[in-house]
């Protein structure tokens, strides 16, 4: 082993020390430069996929989006090329992007299904998640992004919460809501009933909080925002805090404590200003709505609906 292929062994192993104490950004920078130092092009490519999914954590998908590249250069084995898949489609999903992230997010599942069936039905529940942000202008992607997800192999042994919630909105988007509200309603309870637990990824619960608020369910809406959010903080995962800081304050609004949402949406507006992405906005409009700001609620609409407009043109 060459001396630069020594420093990016330890640089990666700085690497994980440092994800592990909740240093997402270090460890994204400990990878770049590993995969840099490497030699042997196997390596080069897995450092720099390790690399693009910390850099995608911690706020950077610009980042992110060129490492993944790198990666794709290879060789990657078959989980690797899974994963990179799937990273591009997280990336768009984090970006709010459309169309284009669904068949990434699809492609990654069905490659995973032998090869880490708990990692694909995670990325069958994103792909529904981003087929869902096209609303009534997506109803065909969505339709075809259930039945996917529908067909997928069963888990085996007994089924976590997500492969609920993935068997539930499978129902859900083919057959309607009264057809899958009571699956939806067992989802949610045991994804409530997980929340406390210590090996959740950093990403949990992910469109099960849409679904909480859709259902009208507040208390279980509270206890997987309240994880979610102390999750992504527990981790550094900057890139991921201001959906979740978004959701709880949407909740705090509706809850009757409007000073707290704000200061809740004053920081997720803050990090999505560092890390250069678009803010949210659903809460802020909420908020200004719940205060009977006519102004406020004016000059946000002129500046959402343009981006509403370019989504709405993008999925048709």
């Known amino acids: 082993m060459g001396p630069d292929e020594a420093v990016a062994a330890e640089l990666e192993r700085s690497a994980g020390r440092a994800q592990a104490r909740g240093g997402v950004a270090a460890a994204a920078a ?16 897995r450092r720099a996929l390790a690399a693009a999914e910390a850099k ?40 709010r992007h459309g169309r284009e992230t669904v068949p990434f997010l699809l492609d990654a599942a069905r490659r995973l299904e032998s090869l880490n069936p708990e990692l694909a039905r995670n990325t069958y529940l994103q792909a529904l998640q981003s087929a869902h942000v096209g609303g009534r202008f997506a109803n065909d992607v969505l339709r075809y992004a259930a039945d996917c997800a529908g067909n997928a192999p069963e888990p085996q042994g007994a089924p976590r919460a997500v492969d609920l919630l993935v068997a539930a909105l499978a129902v859900r988007f083919t057959d309607g809501y009264v057809a899958s509200a009571e699956l939806v309603k067992n989802a949610l309870r ?13 990403r949990w619960p992910g469109f099960a909080r849409l679904l909480a608020f859709a259902m009208f369910d507040m208390e279980t809406l509270r206890v997987l925002v309240g ?3 102390e999750l992504v903080r527990e981790q550094g995962a900057l890139g991921l805090l201001p959906q979740g800081l978004d959701f709880m304050a949407l909740l705090r609004t509706f809850e009757g404590d409007l000073d707290a949402a704000e200061t809740l949406l004053q920081e997720a507006e803050s990090i999505a200003e560092a890390t250069r992405t678009e803010p949210i906005g ?35």
Do not use: Y
Not at 30 to 45: C, G, I, K, V
Not at 70 to 92: M, T, V
Not at 283 to 297: I, K, N, Q, S, V
């Open 56 to 95: 995608q954590l911690a706020g950077a998908p610009e980042a992110a989006s060129t490492l993944v590249a790198i990666a794709a250069d290879g060789p990657l084995d078959e989980l690797e090329q899974a994963r990179a898949l799937r990273l591009k489609g997280e990336i768009g999903l984090d970006l």
């Open 190 to 202: 045991a994804l409530r009933d997980e929340a406390g637990a210590v090996t959740q990824n950093v």
């Open 227 to 229: 994880r979610s959010v």
């Open 30 to 45: 400990f990878l770049e430069r590993a995969a840099t130092l490497s030699s042997d092009p196997a390596r080069r490519a």
């Open 282 to 316: 659903a809460a802020r409009l909420t908020l200004a709505g719940f205060r009977g700001d006519e102004g406020a609620l004016s000059a946000l609409i002129k500046t959402v609906e343009p981006r509403a407009t370019a989504r709405v043109t993008e999925w048709c």
